[in-house]
């Protein structure tokens, strides 16, 4: 129904940025919020940033001040502009999708893309 796509993950050094995008296709009118986690090995999944169709944005409090979420509905499109990145930002970060309106549990999410930072 939803299909989601992930690109933009790469190798990097810390303090360097990376974009993630997010390409959303199928039957997106289910779609209220969409956003990004992450899981890295030995850790838990994580909860990266949020956004809803109205806007509203949450961050994980690790990222705060440094990630910036966005979204393009016109496009279906959710981006992720990640900036001063650490090595403990290393992870396979995954879009999603949710049709619930505190946008999570996610309904789709995509395949993932490796984000690698070396010190």
């Known amino acids: 129904q939803v299909q989601l796509v992930e690109s933009g993950g790469d190798l990097v050094q810390a303090g360097g940025s990376l974009r993630l995008s997010c390409a959303a296709s199928?039957?997106?009118?289910?779609?209220?919020?969409m956003g990004w986690y992450r899981q890295a090995p030995g850790k838990q999944r994580e909860l990266v940033a949020t956004i809803t169709s109205g806007g509203g944005i949450k961050y994980a409090d690790s990222v705060k001040g440094r990630f910036t979420i966005s979204r393009d509905n016109a496009k279906n499109t959710t981006y992720l502009q990640m900036n001063s990145l650490k090595p403990e930002d290393t992870a396979v970060y995954y879009c999603?999708?949710?049709?619930?309106?505190?946008?999570?549990?996610?309904?789709?999410w995509g395949q993932g893309t490796q984000v690698t930072v070396s010190s």
């Open positions: 199928g039957s997106i009118f289910s779609i209220n919020a």
């Open positions: 999603y999708a949710a049709s619930e309106r505190t946008g999570w549990p996610p309904d789709y």
